[in-house]
């Protein structure tokens, strides 16, 4: 009888955890049954939405399929779950890291986009919904490989490839990348999350550096290049030496 009442407590013990630490992520996962609304398949508002909020963020969404199609994917899955909550309240229940515009989430068990209301822009709507793109198309246990397989540096280089802001336009800075070259070819030895975010000085140089070495990658490999390192991770290989090779033995070139 004691063994039982162990095993209980050892149970709700563990769910109150489980739910206090998953909490935002619980709250994304079931979304379809609560008070949101579902403006069309797997897009969700929240109840303060204007109608022309609705239709503006409706439209940003169908331009960054397009943006991600066009840049990197050809063809984006036009099925990503997205969250929208239309004031910082509501967003703080559904994002874990509230300094953020908009987030992918992920987890063994769900997946889905979470935008607040400074994330309304096609910028940042196109970098996460490039997230979730290489995500699915991870397939099965995508959650394992990206966190253990794909380095962020390769991530979120991919994901800026369809963020256009004027601030990370390598064009307007080309005297800027030739005098800090050495630096920013360091971004390969920056692996963790919590190495990219821990110093807020240096968020901006890593997504441009990570933005810069990815371009350059996709500029020699292409499109072609890409699929396959693919689906190099999508059977357990790291992406370090597929990365390289690819590049070495690429025919592709970009105009
Ligand atoms: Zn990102």
Not at 109 to 134: Q, R, T, W
Request: with cysteine; aromatic share 14%; proline share 2%.
């Amino acid at each position: 009888m004691k063994k039982n009442i162990k095993i209980v407590l050892s149970l709700v013990l563990f769910t109150i955890i489980f739910y206090l630490t998953s909490r935002t992520q619980l709250n994304g996962l079931f979304i379809n049954t609560g008070h949101f609304i579902e403006i069309s398949e797997n897009v969700f508002v929240s109840p303060n939405t204007s109608i022309i909020q609705a239709k503006k963020l409706q439209k940003l969404i169908n331009q960054s399929y397009s943006r991600n199609d066009s840049v990197i994917w050809i063809k984006t899955k036009r099925n990503k779950k997205i969250i929208f909550c239309a004031d910082n309240n509501t967003f703080y229940d559904y994002c874990p890291d509230t300094t953020l515009q908009a987030a992918f989430l992920s987890s063994p068990y769900l997946s889905h986009i979470v935008i607040g209301p400074k994330g309304f822009n096609l910028d940042v709507i196109s970098h996460e919904m490039c997230h979730a793109e290489l995500f699915e198309r991870l397939g099965i246990l995508a959650w394992f490989k990206v966190k253990f397989l794909v380095p962020v540096w390769f991530d979120e280089g991919l994901a800026m490839q369809v963020n256009f802001e004027e601030r990370y336009n390598i064009k307007n800075l080309a005297s800027y990348i030739k005098e800090n070259q050495k630096e920013l070819i360091s971004i390969k030895s920056v692996v963790s999350y919590n190495d990219f975010f821990k110093n807020e000085d240096k968020i901006w140089f890593n997504y441009f550096a990570s933005k810069l070495e990815v371009e350059n990658w996709l500029s020699i490999v292409g499109k072609e290049g890409l699929i396959k390192l693919i689906e190099s991770i999508d059977n357990f290989n790291r992406i370090e030496e597929n990365y390289s090779y690819l590049k070495k033995h690429s025919i592709h070139k970009i105009q």
